[in-house]
């Protein structure tokens, strides 16, 4: 099993800038895709990008282009760099693994709003 911690989150002004990191408990370098996941009371859980072992990423539409998934496999560690934030973008923002291990951490709460 792996646990992850999210961190990063916080309000923002739409336009403006958050980078999201991701700690994991245990080396994610034998976990084939990682995966920034979102979810607000009015949707459920999402997987929003993706980034394979090879660096091959996945982004949903909405995200395409303001988002950009890294990951460092020394470090254990997945980031979601965001830009030209939007109200819509408001959410919990979780990682884990494609497909998820069972367990989520607490997530990192991102607010856009002005």
């Known amino acids: 099993q792996v646990q992850f911690v999210e961190s990063g989150g916080g309000l923002v002004q739409p336009g403006g800038s958050l980078r999201l990191s991701c700690a994991a408990s245990r080396r994610i370098s034998s976990i084939y895709i990682m995966g920034w996941y979102r979810q607000t009371p009015e949707k459920q859980r999402e997987l929003i990008a993706s980034?394979?072992?090879?660096?091959?990423?996945y982004y949903t539409d909405s995200v395409k282009g303001r988002f950009t998934i890294s990951r460092d496999n020394t470090n254990n560690m997945v980031h979601l760099q965001m830009n030209n934030l939007k109200p819509e973008d408001t959410a919990v923002y979780y990682c884990?693994?494609?497909?998820?291990?069972?367990?989520w951490g607490k997530g990192t709460q991102v607010t856009v709003s002005s």
């Open positions: 884990n693994g494609d497909p998820t291990f069972n367990d």
């Open positions: 980034i394979t072992s090879a660096d091959s990423t």
